[in-house]
């Protein structure tokens, strides 16, 4: 998908929202602008800054959009950080423990209770992120 | 023994060697790796492997291959599992008299020798000697010596578990964290190797135990092997501090081979960094912002480094842990290296000559 189709997408379904719309704007030109090895390791943080809302945590709605079907700039990683520890965790692995509600801790082999609290997501930029990044702009 | 006795036996031989590992804080993944490598059963996490090894099985050799597996697993452990090491250079020939005294030391009668190479049981170890106690030698030239250790866990306290006066006088918290400490035995180790003229000091790590810690329990291992040595060398032969590991800092950063997965340094533009990456899988070298910083100053003084490399098992990796109060300093010393990620003893020997090269 070229950058102005998925701006145009993200017109069209944004169209009722136009906060969020512009943020998402905002963030496919953090994503096109940026060198790939600065974008291996994104933040809902940074991304709530590329967004420029002025309620930073509206942001999420953002993101949800973006990791959708329909514009799928972002896909979310997973990582176990416990202390000093800091695992990634595939996702399977996460919807197993979210389905089970039993997560064993990588290193310890222990049962962790309150595992949701240790499990923190970044994101990474999908396939059509990359790909999107490679194509002309309008 | 009947067939049933037997397999009862064989069972819990098998879990023997399972609890004691789980008491030594392996490293899950690995011992699922050194599992796997065996082809032995294996689970994510402690409870369901425990359950698997206690299940029954169609023969009793099946509980004869565990055993063995698990034995090999668990003795590899207690020789290559994390530990720290300092390294004294001593005469060759004295090294080859040493060597023989070291049978000679240990301590049949001892509280550690009757369960020896496994651990006693946690009831015993509460009433155990914390000073080291030679428990095993070999030909090679190794001596075990066992203690009693404690070790500091923080844990995470749920507030649920309270009544609700307790959960009142915290509510203003977000996070409680309680400090335990709790005992371990330790299996130190002291290597004498007459074709290297080197006698190496092994602090089990197994659980971690801080660097204060570490740095305590080396000087009692040397001063008590100078005084066994005293009268049938008629010297000490652990002197001089031993091998200084600072100089490695900068050859292993250097040393194109491996992963840099932690650096501590210092810079001409006054400030300190710790610098770590998020995966074994990534080199602190390659990283953009670690690169162009180097490039921006030229050079900085590297006073603590942590490095892996690839093997089969795993991850093993070496430390330097230094201060940065060394970093760059006239007389920079740092008197002990740690050896961790280790399988057995190839990834052990390859990381201990990284070291000590």
């Known amino acids: 998908m070229r950058r102005d189709q998925a701006e145009a997408r993200v017109a069209e379904d944004l169209r009722a929202n136009p906060q969020i719309e512009r943020a ?23 991304l709530a800054r590329a967004s420029q809302l002025a309620d930073p945590s509206l942001a999420v ?78 | ?6 397999a009862h036996t064989m069972i819990a031989e098998a879990i023997a060697y399972l609890d004691a590992l789980k008491r030594r804080s392996i490293s899950f993944r690995l011992l699922q790796n050194e599992l796997r490598v065996r082809d032995l059963p294996t689970a994510k996490g402690w409870l369901p492997l425990l359950e698997k090894y206690k299940a029954k099985v169609s ?50 009668k001892s509280e550690f020798a009757k369960n020896y190479p496994l ?21 090679a030239g190794r001596l075990v010596l066992c203690a009693k250790r404690v070790f500091k ?57 801080s660097g204060e810690e570490i740095t305590r329990a080396f000087p009692f291992h040397i001063d008590q092997f100078n005084r066994w040595m005293a009268g049938p060398i008629g010297h000490p032969v652990l002197v001089d501090g031993g091998v200084n590991f600072y100089p490695a800092i900068a050859k292993l950063y250097n040393d194109a081979d491996g992963r840099i997965i ?3 340094h210092a810079t001409g533009t006054k400030s300190i960094k710790e610098e770590r990456m998020r995966s074994k899988l990534l080199d602190l070298r390659e990283e953009l912002f670690h690169k162009e910083g180097i490039k921006a100053i030229k050079d900085t003084d590297a006073y603590s480094i942590s490095k892996v490399w690839d093997t089969a098992s795993g991850f093993p990796k070496a430390v330097i842990p230094g201060h940065f109060s060394m970093a760059g300093a006239e007389k920079a010393l740092v008197r002990y290296a740690i050896i961790d990620g280790c399988a057995g003893i190839t990834d052990f020997d390859m990381i201990l000559s990284k070291l000590n090269n």
């Open chain 2, 153 to 209: 866990a923080r844990e995470p306290i749920e507030l649920n578990d309270f009544d609700d006066e307790i959960k009142d006088a915290f509510g203003n918290y977000d996070e409680l964290i309680g400090v335990r400490c709790g005992v371990t035995q330790a299996f130190d180790r002291i290597d004498v190797l007459p074709e290297k003229g080197e006698i190496h000091v092994y602090i089990d790590l197994s659980p971690m135990i």
């Open chain 1, 24 to 46: 998402c704007k905002a963030i496919l030109e953090f994503a096109a602008s940026r060198s790939e090895e600065v974008l291996q390791h994104i933040t809902f943080g940074a």
């Open chain 2, 59 to 108: 023969s009793p050799t099946i509980y004869e291959e565990w055993t063995a597996g698990l034995q090999g697993i668990y003795w590899n452990h207690i020789l290559y599992g994390p530990k720290a090491v300092r390294v004294f250079k001593v005469e060759k020939d004295v090294c080859e008299k040493v060597k023989k005294l070291l049978p000679g030391l240990v301590s049949k």
């Open chain 2, 119 to 139: 651990p006693i049981s946690e009831t015993e170890l509460q009433k155990a000697t914390f000073n080291p106690t030679p428990t095993g030698s070999d030909d």
């Open chain 1, 61 to 138: 709605v953002a993101i949800q959009y973006l990791t959708g079907d329909r514009v799928h700039l972002l896909e979310p990683r997973f990582e176990f950080i416990d202390g000093d520890l800091i695992e990634a965790i595939e996702i399977s692995e996460v919807n197993e423990a979210r389905r089970n509600g039993t997560f064993y801790h990588p290193e310890t082999g222990d049962l962790v209770t309150d595992f949701e609290s240790k499990l923190i997501v970044h994101f990474v930029l999908s396939d059509m992120g990359k790909s999107l990044r490679n194509s002309s702009s309008v």
């Open chain 2, 1 to 6: 023994m009947t067939r049933l006795e037997n």
């Open chain 2, 262 to 264: 932690r650096l501590g």
